[in-house]
Structures are given as structure tokens and as C-alpha cells.
């Protein structure tokens, strides 16, 4: 069973990539929100093609989602 991980764009990505926000996003139990063009390294893929996870500078585990993403 081999998930295809796909950004907003229709990109493929992998384990390892760099992505880019697209959008502005709030995270739920923080005061924190990721700005627009932020630019996330070495992402983790998920069971789930519209998942993945990562680590952003004050967040660690944080899951996002594929439709935000844009391949860097």
C-alpha cells in the first residue's frame, strides 16, 4: 500500500521535502500563527495522503495539512 502525497499544486512529495505555506494558519492550543510564505523543512509523511508532520520554529509535532502546501 503506497500512499502518494500530493501539495496543492499536484506535486509529489516525499519524506525529507521542503514545503511552503500558502496560506496563514492558526494553531489549535496556541497563540501561534504560521504566516503566509513560511517556509517548513524535512516534513514526515502520515498514513493519511492529506497529512504531514513537522516541525516549525516555537511548534514541534505539528500535523498539516497537503492542501496548505506548496513544494519549496
Request: glycine fraction near 6%; proline fraction near 0%; aromatic fraction near 2%.
Amino acid at each position: 500500500m503506497d500512499i502518494k502525497v500530493k501539495d496543492s499544486n499536484g506535486a509529489l512529495l516525499s519524506e525529507g521535502d521542503s514545503v511552503t505555506l500558502i496560506k496563514d494558519l492558526k494553531v489549535k492550543g496556541t497563540s501561534v500563527t504560521l504566516k503566509r510564505g513560511t517556509m517548513v523543512k524535512n516534513i514526515r509523511l502520515t498514513d493519511d495522503a492529506e497529512e504531514v508532520e513537522c516541525n516549525v520554529d516555537k511548534v514541534k509535532g505539528l500535523v498539516l495539512k497537503t492542501c496548505f502546501l506548496k513544494k519549496a
